[in-house]
DNA sequence: TGAGAGATTGACTAATCAGTCGGTTTTAAA
DNA sequence: TTTAAAACCGACTGATTAGTCAATCTCTCA
C-alpha cells in the first residue's frame, strides 16, 4: 500500500474516533508509519487531506451501488437496490460512516460539494423518474435524495448499535418500507 | 445578561461558524466581552462547555415543543405540532441547530446522552403510545423518533436554502406528511 | 550510466492552544 | 460593618499544533 492510502486510512480510523480537532497531522504521519512531511507533500493543509478522503469515500460508495443495479429493473427495485447497497456499505465501513456524518455536518460541508458529486447527480436523477412517473410524491428531487441518504444514516446506526438484525433480512425489507413510504405518493 | 449566558451565545455563534475544532476558548471569551479565566471558572474545560452547551439547547427545544401541545389532541396532531414546533424553533435558531448537528454527529455523542434527555424520553413514550394503537409502524419506538429527528433536520435544512416556502403552511403540510407517511402504519 | 523528477525524511519553528494562578472586586448575608 | 464566598481579571505557561525546509533517496527513461 502506498503512503497516500495509508495516510489516508490512519486518518480515517483517528478522524472518526478523535474528531477532526483531537487528532494532529504529526499523529495521523506517525500512526501511519511514515514522516510527517510526507502528509504535506500529497496534502498541502489538513483541510485539503479531510477533503480528498471526502471524495475518496464518495468515489467507492458510488462505485459500489452502480455495480448492483441492472438495467431491466422498476423504479422501486432500483431505490430498493440503492438503499441496500448504501445501508450494507457503510455497515462495513464503519470508519468511513463515521468520517462522513462528522464531515457532512461541519462546517466543511456545504450544498456545493454535495451537488458535485456523481453520486449525488446519478440519485437525483432517479428521483426525477420518480417524479415523472408519478410515483414519488411531487417534491424537489434533490429533497427527495437527501430523505433517503437521512434514512439510510439512521437506519445504519441503529443497525449499529442493534448488531443480531444486520443479517436479517426481512427485517431490513421492513426498514426499507419506512423509506420507501417517505417518499412515494 | 450575566456572563455565563453571554459566554454561551458566543461560543453557540463561533462553533456553528467555525467548528468545535476552529475556535479558540480564548476568542470566545474575547468575543464575549469577559476575561478569559472567567470561562474556565464556568465552565472546567472546553469539552463541560460544549456539552452543557447541548442541554441547554435540548432544555429550551424541550420547553418550546411541550407548550405547544394540548391534552385533547389526537395522536396525529400531537406529532404534527411536535414536528412543527421542531422545524420551527430550528428555523428560527440556525446557530443552535448547526451546533447540534454537529454535536450530535461528532465523538462527544454517545446513545447514553441522548437517551438521558426528558425531549427523548416525551417523545418515545409517544411512539410506544403510536405502536400499541397500532396507528405506527411496529418497530423500536426509539428508531421511530430517530427516524422522525433526522427527517425533520433534512426538512429544516431544505427550508433554510429555499426561505421562501418558510412562510408556506400548505407546502410544510406537505413535508409533514413525508414523516408521516414514513411512520405511519 | 547519468540526470532529473518525484518521493521521503525528520528536525525545526512560529503560532496557537487549553488551562492556571495570584490577586482584586462584587455580592449578600450576618 | 464585617466577613466570606463567589465573580472576575488578564498575564502567563507548557504543551501542542500545522506546516516548512534542506537534505537524501529512489525511480525512470534516455
Chains 1, 2 share one sequence.
Not at 483517528?14 to 483531537?22: D, N, V
Not at 440503492?82 to 456524518?101: R, Y
Not at 414519488?136 to 430523505?147: D, E, G, N, V, Y
Amino acid at each position: 500500500m502506498d503512503k497516500r492510502t495509508k495516510l489516508m486510512h490512519t486518518a480515517k480510523r483517528l478522524f472518526s474516533e478523535h474528531g477532526f480537532y483531537g487528532t494532529a497531522t504529526a499523529r495521523i504521519a506517525k500512526e501511519a508509519g511514515v514522516s510527517n512531511g510526507i502528509l504535506f507533500h500529497y496534502f498541502p493543509t489538513k483541510d485539503e487531506l479531510i477533503k480528498a478522503m471526502y471524495f475518496d469515500i464518495k468515489d467507492r460508495i458510488f462505485h459500489y451501488s452502480l455495480g448492483q443495479v441492472y438495467k431491466g429493473a422498476t423504479l422501486k427495485e432500483s431505490i430498493y437496490t440503492l438503499w441496500l447497497a448504501a445501508v450494507e456499505w457503510n455497515l462495513e465501513n464503519p470508519e468511513d460512516f463515521d468520517f462522513m456524518l462528522q464531515f457532512e455536518n461541519s462546517p466543511y460541508y456545504s450544498i456545493e460539494i454535495e451537488k458535485s458529486h456523481k453520486y449525488v447527480q446519478m440519485s437525483v436523477e432517479l428521483a426525477e423518474k420518480g417524479i415523472e412517473q408519478n410515483v414519488f410524491k411531487h417534491l424537489t428531487p434533490l429533497l427527495l435524495f437527501q430523505l433517503m441518504s437521512s434514512l439510510v444514516d439512521t437506519t445504519v446506526k441503529f443497525l449499529r448499535i442493534n448488531p443480531e438484525l444486520q443479517t436479517d433480512i426481512e427485517y431490513k425489507n421492513r426498514l426499507f418500507e419506512i423509506a420507501w413510504d417517505a417518499i412515494k405518493k
